[in-house]
């Protein structure tokens, strides 16, 4: 599945990304119908070229969008984004971001509007349960704020749950789909709203299916520094022979060429190389931690209990899912190709107050 799912939907007039944007200020401010709280320097210009910069809109700032955001920064981006409580939009805003307060069940049109000063966008918030996308619940509304305005691309965080677990198979972009839980059943009708809504609005429009995210600050070596429990969602991928994973800083920069390569409504599975299971990388983790500070960890709950009371056969075996595409189309290079080049710059990167003194 590459092309916006519903057939015919892609009209013939010309996509937004290929538009100049020299004159997107005036144009901006002329169709605004909302009173904006616009910040200053969304208008800054590059003074080389005379065009303005690009600029990126994060619906939800959280683990992978402040990483991103991060990036971007240093790429001189003017980046804002949301999230839903005051004490975090002061910790954003003291790196440099413009943060807006947002909830996506009833989304303030004075927001929305913002997104029409940005060139880009990622969507970061996931769907709910028995609700689905809380934005897209909101299609009109914001097919009726963004149309007309300044976005190009969009990209929408999706999850390799989609696929279901295969039994160990490999399973590609093309893969046929069968999501099992009704998460990942969420996923997916929000996957498609999301193209759709892209496909309306003539946005390069991509979907990235992302494996388990990990990175400084959330990994395997932060859940045993500081004893966490697991989760049922982890303690059910433990079971599991095959999970894919991705570090934070490979998502960051598939995202980062995703947005030098805009596309029409194209799919890619986000992973690493080596879908390995859960037991494994706890195993690894523990021996990084050993090594490095030798004696000072308690033996946490030992996950290969856990996986021993877990059901065998091939429904445990999760899937292997592919990152050829992502590496084919988007050349991204890994910087971490599995979870052992991961883990170990993490372990590299703790020093040893945060040990002693791991923040909750
Ligand atoms: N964790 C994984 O292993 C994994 C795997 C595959 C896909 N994903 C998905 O990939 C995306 C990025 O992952 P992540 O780990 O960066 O997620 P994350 O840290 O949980 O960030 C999610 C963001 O959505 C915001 N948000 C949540 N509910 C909201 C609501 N009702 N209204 C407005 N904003 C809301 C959060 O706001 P606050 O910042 O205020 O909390 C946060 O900024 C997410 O959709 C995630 O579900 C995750």
Redesign the pocket.
């Known amino acids: 599945m590459e092309i916006c799912p519903v057939s015919g939907r892609f009209p013939a007039i010309p996509f937004r990304f290929s538009q100049s944007l020299t004159d997107f200020s005036t144009q901006s401010r002329r169709m605004s119908p909302f009173c904006l709280k616009v910040p200053s320097n969304i208008f800054r210009s590059d003074a080389d070229s005379g065009q303005l910069e690009s600029r990126m809109f994060i619906?939800?700032?959280?683990?992978?969008?402040?990483f991103f955001a991060k990036e971007l920064q240093r790429q001189r981006w003017v980046v804002s984004?949301?999230?839903?409580?005051i004490g975090?939009k002061k910790k954003l805003e003291e790196m440099g971001f413009d943060v807006y307060v947002?909830?996506?069940?009833e989304p303030d049109p004075e927001v929305l509007n913002i997104l029409n000063y940005h060139t880009h966008v990622l969507v970061?918030?996931?769907p709910?349960v028995g609700i689905g996308d809380?934005m897209l619940r909101h299609e009109e509304l914001l097919k009726n704020i963004l149309t007309g305005g300044n976005l190009q691309w969009l990209c929408y965080?999706?999850?390799?749950?989609v696929y279901g677990d295969r039994g160990g198979e490999w399973v590609d972009e093309d893969y046929p789909i069968t999501p099992a839980s009704e998460l990942a059943k969420a996923r997916l009708v929000a996957e498609e709203g999301w193209l759709n809504l892209g496909c309306d609005l003539r946005l390069s429009t991509q979907i990235f299916?992302?494996?388990?995210?990990?990175g400084p600050g959330?990994s395997a070596i932060d859940t045993i520094i500081k004893q966490e429990p697991s989760s049922e969602v982890q303690k059910m991928r433990s079971s599991k022979r095959y999970t894919s994973?991705v570090h934070?800083a490979d998502i960051s920069q598939a995202l980062n060429a995703a947005v030098h390569k805009p596309s029409l409504g194209k799919i890619y599975n986000i992973v690493d190389d080596d879908p390995s299971p859960r037991t494994e990388v706890f195993m690894f983790a523990r021996n990084l931690i050993e090594k490095k500070w030798p004696g000072q960890i308690k033996q946490a709950r030992s996950l290969d209990r856990v996986e021993s009371l877990m059901p065998k056969g091939s429904s445990r075996d999760g899937k292997r899912v592919s990152n050829a595409r992502m590496k084919r189309e988007l050349e991204v290079r890994l910087l971490h190709p599995d979870y052992r080049s991961g883990l170990q710059s993490i372990v590299e990167h703790i020093d040893d107050s945060f040990l002693y003194n791991p923040p909750s």
């Open positions: 619906l939800g700032m959280g683990f992978v969008g402040q984004g949301t999230c839903t409580s975090k947002f909830n996506a069940n970061s918030i996931p709910v809380l965080l999706s999850s390799t749950s299916r992302l494996g388990g995210i990990y959330r994973r934070v």
